[in-house]
């Protein structure tokens, strides 16, 4: 062997031993094994349909799908998703190779004491060239490989994020929506306690100008409707507010909100609820698919940061044409052209490569713990929603017997009033109990509604799942949940 090629053989040898290694760290998080939640169902499937019309209001309708067009924060997170796939288009196109023009022409001045030789020397000239550079990465180790990975994941959370606004956003609306029907039905109550405040009073002025009752029985039905007047402007003060929160949430400018009319949404109609409902469904969740990706993600990037130990390999060339004047550049005896491949090994970096590696490890292990944060909160709000569903509506079938005998009570204290048998206090308490427990229903019917699109947005906007796929677990049953 002759002595340049020993001498190769031992720089490479002294090269590969003075580089840079990786440290050995590893990640301390562990992910909760998704058998253990259900949640190795099918991943997040936007539903086909808008599962708000639902409930059946057309203009519920117009306003979730103006939303999701005109509302800012989710245009904020499409302008995201669409900024990360062009992240991961570059990257991907950092593995193709590349070709650019390159061109100079400068005056220069040549030292009569350098490495030129005569006529330059001591003399001045143009020099320039015209020619394309190629360059093309090869990626023996799989970092870019890897890195193309980590975009594509980081694109898909984007996607996903986008995903859960859109959803979280449509949910939203529809609980605005559904307020602005229990204020309605609350004026609707007032309405009706005034009209029938009106009629006591009337009752009341007879009685007092007959000489059966005083002028404090008077004056305290006169309160009494002014009461419920107050309420009621209270009310349309409500209604106004909610209005306000829909024209921001949909993104409508400030003359839209007279457009808004009195919702058609029957409360007294839940949102079908099947009954049984698959933990499967959790891993329909919008956020709980961009978790996952976040833990892809990362898990790339950390492949990513180990390859960049090894070396880099680069194929470069030139081919165009260089000269000394102007009038030589592009004669044909001025080509040049040149190809080979480059190497890059770290050898020294001041613990910048270990550092990143470290950094990619604890990205990692952020991912995983923000992932399993996600699935269990997913869990849990899954879990409050149904119970809430199913408590609300045993809360209705007790409240229902309430409503009723407290309508019965009132007609009864009304006519035994009028007929001069009983006071108007008996009238008044009787009739607080009855504006109660309609105000109660109203409540309980608004909220078991809220509570079904709560449950519905926690399960990722659809009930339903591919028939393919067997239920791993269940989150509960309707005689399960307590």
Request: aromatic share 6%.
């Amino acid at each position: 062997m002759s002595p340049g090629r020993i001498g190769g053989v031992v720089l490479a040898a002294m090269v590969m031993a003075g580089c840079v290694s990786a440290p050995d760290v590893e990640p301390q998080e562990t992910a909760i094994p998704v058998a253990e939640l259900g949640l190795d169902g099918p991943v997040y499937v936007a539903p086909t349909e808008g599962w708000w019309r639902e409930l059946g209001d057309p203009q519920l309708d117009a306003l979730v799908e103006q939303s999701l067009v005109q509302n800012p924060g989710l245009g904020a997170a499409l302008a995201r998703v669409r900024g990360a796939w062009e992240q991961s288009l570059a990257a991907a196109a950092r593995t193709r190779p590349q070709l650019e023009l390159e061109t100079y022409l400068d005056r220069q001045h040549a030292s009569a004491n350098y490495i030129y030789p005569p006529p330059f020397a001591g003399s001045s000239f143009w020099a320039g060239s015209f020619g394309v550079n190629f360059a093309w990465h090869l990626d023996f180790w799989g970092r870019q490989a890897a890195l193309i990975d980590q975009a594509g994941e980081s694109a898909r959370a984007a996607g996903m994020d986008a995903a859960a606004a859109s959803l979280a956003l449509s949910g939203s609306v529809a609980q605005t929506y559904v307020d602005l029907q229990r204020t309605a039905e609350l004026q609707r109550v007032a309405d009706r306690a005034r009209a029938q405040r009106a009629r006591v009073l009337d009752i009341a002025q007879r009685r007092v100008t007959a000489g059966i009752d005083t002028p404090v029985e008077l004056r305290s039905a006169e309160a009494a409707l002014a009461q419920v007047d107050l309420e009621r402007e209270q009310l349309r003060l409500a209604r106004k507010l909610l209005v306000h929160a829909l024209a921001e949430l949909s993104g409508s400018p400030a003359n839209a909100q007279a457009a808004v009319v009195t919702p058609t949404i029957d409360l007294e109609q839940a949102l079908p609820l099947p009954a049984t409902l698959p933990a499967d469904l959790l891993a329909h969740r919008p956020d709980v698919a961009a978790a996952q990706a976040r833990i892809a993600a990362t898990q790339a990037g950390w492949d990513a940061a180990r390859a960049a130990f090894y070396p880099n390999i680069d194929l470069l060339g030139f081919v165009g044409v260089m000269g000394i004047s102007v009038d030589k550049i592009f004669q044909s005896d001025s080509q040049a052209w040149q190809i080979g491949p480059a190497l890059h090994l770290p050898i020294f970096d001041a613990g910048r490569l270990r550092a990143n590696y470290r950094q990619s490890v604890a990205e990692f292990d952020a991912a995983v713990a923000g992932y399993n944060q996600v699935v269990l909160r997913a869990l849990r709000e899954s879990m409050d929603q149904l119970t809430r569903v199913l408590s609300i509506g045993r809360q209705l079938d007790e409240q229902g017997r309430s409503l009723a005998a407290a309508e019965e009570a009132y007609r009864f204290a009304v006519q035994r009033y009028e007929a001069g048998i009983s006071s108007y206090l008996t009238v008044l308490n009787a009739e607080t109990q009855l504006l109660n427990a309609q105000r109660q229903r109203t409540d309980l019917l608004a909220d078991r509604m809220q509570a079904s699109i709560s449950l519905l947005v926690a399960l990722g906007g659809r009930f339903d799942y591919p028939a393919t796929v067997a239920p791993a677990a269940m989150v509960g049953t309707r005689e399960k949940i307590q």
